[in-house]
């Protein structure tokens, strides 16, 4: 009976899993044009950054708590990497160093809004709506037009590749669009753990990411997010909210009042990963809460006229994922598992009893069945990156079976959390990046992912002290 149950819930699980991504194939060959455009325009001598187009405005909020070691950094990309954006710092009540980096990293460009204890360290949306409070002022006192300023989010390890400004900004010519989410990359990818993670944002997240183009609601992130300063207007005076996953929520909203999000295959974002696995459950779990605690707005969704049917459908599936997916195949695959170890798997007699060529063609048969999924991933991940090879990410998609781990042990720790009413978050810690030069400012290498190298402005010597004590 037990057995019946299990095996029609696995049923289940997969049936939901194809049908919420079988859409998305047109998103993995959208990456393969696209990526091979992007290849092509990398592989030649590097671009000199331009200029914005002409009548855009690009704001760049950076929020940061304790961030010595890697704003300075930061601030310096987007300073000769970026023409034409204008830095907004929001330093949430640090007490180390990260103010006075980031001023000296702008040299005068950079403004640096500083929030005090009690009102700081009350989560990320907090920080960011006061820093759109200051965009917002610039913009009255400029007389700029909010439909044609953009407000992008950007952490404080965060490095957009050159143009990647320039390159979004073009996307906004569509009056419906009103934000855009870059793809990112993770940093160190020498590390099996970092490798995992970009396999994930670099593979899986674009076959989600890249599919839902065509429905207009791709999620925004917390790290190269693009939003039209009329659409976050139109949400509120603080469209951050207080979820633990802000990002996520803002999509909603924008989607609730009509407005199309999109991404692009022109430029990305990349990150520092985590290797510390009590730092990634940590993260994980958060993401999870914050995503599960999102499907009371759901309702919001189908009352929502305004917002396009297409999207309202995906968005729904999108919030389901965890409930529908996640948690129950984490269960059917232990209970499968634990009855193979005690020799009691399907009955395949008939197939055992056959000739040696019949077992064979069935293994296959069974194999490319259970893993035709983690295949095709590491195919789009191999087709989108050209420091791995093809034999290798095979080996690492067989091996996102026990990365799976992370992701169910997150889901059900949120759950834990979410029926104990515990909302509180604890900051993830950036690692120290290395200086690669002594004159200042150097040239990292590009990111071959792209036929050319990741351009990241490594921190030189500062003489300043960097007493980072984030948690």
């Not at 000199?48 to 961030?67: A, M, R």
């Not at 599919?211 to 207009?216: E, I, L, P, Q, T």
């Not at 430029?267 to 009371?296: C, E, K, N």
């Not at 009352?303 to 999108?318: N, P």
Request: proline share 4%.
């Amino acid at each position: 009976m037990l057995d019946a149950i299990v095996r029609n819930v696995g049923l289940v699980v997969i049936v939901i899993t194809l049908a919420y991504n079988g859409p998305f194939v047109s998103g993995v060959l959208l990456a393969r044009r696209c990526d091979a455009s992007l290849r092509g325009q990398l592989a030649r001598k590097a671009e000199t950054p331009v200029d914005l187009p002409p009548g855009w405005d690009v704001f760049v909020l950076v929020p940061c708590l304790n961030e010595a070691r890697v704003i300075a950094h930061t601030v310096r990309c987007l300073r000769e990497l970026q023409p034409g954006v204008r830095a907004v710092v929001i330093d949430d009540g640090s007490d180390d160093d990260t103010a006075l980096l980031a001023e000296a990293a702008g040299g005068g460009r950079v403004a640096v809004v500083q929030r005090i204890v009690p009102e700081a360290r009350r989560g990320k949306g907090a920080a960011l709506n006061t820093g759109l409070r200051h965009v917002r002022c610039r913009v009255r006192e400029e007389g700029l037009d909010p439909a044609r300023v953009l407000v992008c989010v950007l952490d404080a390890d965060g490095r957009m590749t050159p143009r990647a400004a320039a390159r979004v900004a073009a996307l906004f010519e569509a009056p419906e669009v009103g934000g855009v989410q870059l793809a990112v990359r993770i940093r160190g990818r020498g590390h099996v753990a970092l490798r995992f993670q970009d396999f994930e944002f670099w593979g899986l997240s674009a076959i989600s990411q890249f599919g839902r183009v065509a429905s207009g609601s791709v999620s925004m992130g917390g790290n190269g997010q693009f939003t039209r300063l009329s659409a976050l207007d139109g949400v509120g005076e603080r469209p951050w909210s207080d979820s633990l996953t802000e990002d996520l929520d803002l999509g909603i909203s924008l989607a609730v009042r009509g407005w199309t999000v999109t991404s692009t295959t022109g430029a990305y974002v990349s990150q520092q990963g985590l290797t510390d696995p009590r730092r990634l459950l940590r993260q994980r779990t958060r993401w999870y809460q914050g995503h599960m605690s999102a499907i009371a707005r759901v309702p919001e969704l189908w009352a929502s006229s305004g917002i396009r049917r297409k999207t309202r459908i995906e968005l729904t599936g999108y919030l389901l994922i965890p409930y529908l997916i996640t948690l129950p195949w984490s269960l059917a695959q232990q209970y499968l598992l634990l009855r193979l170890a005690w020799g009691h798997g399907p009955e395949l007699s008939a197939v055992a009893d056959g000739p040696w060529w019949v077992r064979i063609l069935s293994g296959l048969g069974c194999y490319v069945l259970a893993f035709a999924g983690y295949l095709t991933l590491a195919l789009v991940y191999w087709r989108r990156t050209d420091d791995l090879p093809l034999w290798k990410c095979l080996l690492y998609s067989q091996a996102q079976v026990l990365w799976n781990y992370v992701s169910f042990i997150a889901g059900w720790r949120a759950v834990g959390r979410m029926l104990t009413l515990r909302t509180t978050w604890t900051k993830t810690e950036r690692a120290e990046e290395a200086p690669v030069a002594t004159n200042g400012t150097a040239a990292a290498p590009y990111d071959r992912a792209v036929g050319r190298r990741d351009t990241v402005l490594q921190e030189g010597a500062l003489g300043a002290r960097q007493n980072s004590r984030g948690h």
